[in-house]
Nanobody
Framework: QVQLVESGGGLVQAGGSLRLSCAAS????????MGWFRQAPGNEREFVAS????????LYADSVKGRFTISRDSAKNTVYLQMNSLKPEDTAVYYC??????????????????WGQGTQVTVSS
């Protein structure tokens, strides 16, 4: 099992920035990649970004490309999501998740095995 704990959410004005953190514990050696997803009320959970632990390769949703940056600190088993130029439509609960497979980075929700409890991000206009 891998346990994931997100932090860093909050309320910010449009155009502002937030940095989310996701700390992993437990059987972290089984984790190959980490992903950030988000879910707004009434919407399905959607992919935001992902990163490979070893190579640092990244993948982004088109809606956040150029505004969000995913990074990892392997020594701390922690992944970050730096969110700049935030928009009201970025408002959602943000979740981190881990993919234990050895395949390529993926946007598919079902590919991620372990999930955190989520952190709320609210962007006011």
């Amino acid at each position: 099992q891998v346990q994931l704990v997100e932090s860093g959410g909050g309320l910010v004005q449009a155009g502002g920035s937030l940095r989310l953190s996701c700390a992993a514990s437990g059987r972290t050696f089984s984790s190959r990649a980490m992903g950030w997803f988000r879910q707004a009320p009434g919407n399905e959970r959607e992919f935001v970004a992902s990163i490979k632990w070893i190579t640092g390769n990244t993948l982004y949703a088109d809606s956040v490309k150029g505004r969000f940056t995913i990074s990892r600190d392997s020594a701390k088993n922690t992944v970050y999501l730096q969110m700049n130029s935030l928009k009201p439509e970025d408002t959602a609960v943000y979740y981190c998740a881990t993919d234990t497979s050895t395949g390529a980075l993926t946007r598919m929700v079902g590919a991620y095995e372990y999930w955190g409890q989520g952190t709320q991000v609210t962007v006011s206009s």
